[in-house]
């Protein structure tokens, strides 16, 4: 009779621990993937956030800004014969909507937000959210006096959370004499 040796398939302890270790570093990899992609996605979500209200916002002031009428004994400007009128140190600025019954409306930053004044209603309305900070609004107006003959036009420019906007506005109606 021969002895025959029978060989185990199993494997060694060695084996076993160099398994997991590579299985337990592909995991944690894997895992480090999926949590950068989610971290991009929330910024890229908030970029867009912002960019959307941003836009929103610069959207609504240039078309409201664009229909307003020449103050012709309203109440509203500080003279007549004006079309704008800066406010708060030039982060501001009144007008007549013509589209709300010549009301006298405003724009201006108040605690870091875009605000909207009615002077019909007395209501100051926000224009961007709590989450964003406004830096910067600054209206630049040519063409605003009777003693030219430019057509208003306003220049806004707005920096919301580093996001820098600008846009010039004419006035819809002619408001050149000839």
Do not use: W
């Not at 982060?91 to 875009?114: M, P, W, Y």
């Not at 605000?115 to 709590?130: A, I, W």
Request: charged share 20%; glycine share 6%; with cysteine.
């Amino acid at each position: 009779m021969e002895n025959k040796k029978t060989k185990n398939s199993a494997f060694t302890l060695v084996e076993l621990l160099v398994v997991i270790a590579i299985f337990s570093t592909l995991i944690v990899a894997i895992i480090g993937i999926f949590v950068a992609g989610v971290r991009q996605q929330r910024i890229a979500l908030a970029n867009q956030t912002l960019l959307d209200q941003a836009s929103f916002a610069l959207e609504f002031m240039s078309r409201t800004l664009r229909i307003a009428n020449k103050e012709l004994g309203q109440g509203c400007l500080s003279q007549l014969g004006l079309n704008y009128e800066i406010t708060h140190a030039g982060s501001g600025i009144k007008f007549i909507n013509t589209l709300e019954a010549g009301d006298c409306q405003e724009f201006f930053v108040e605690s870091g937000r875009l605000k909207y004044f009615k002077l019909s209603t007395g209501q100051t309305l926000p224009l961007t959210s709590e989450k964003l900070q406004v830096n910067v609004l600054n209206f630049n107006l040519i063409g605003q006096s009777q003693d030219d003959n430019l057509q208003p036009r306003v220049t806004l420019f707005l920096d919301i959370n580093g996001l820098k906007l600008q846009t010039t506005v004419s006035q819809r109606n002619l408001d050149v004499r000839r």
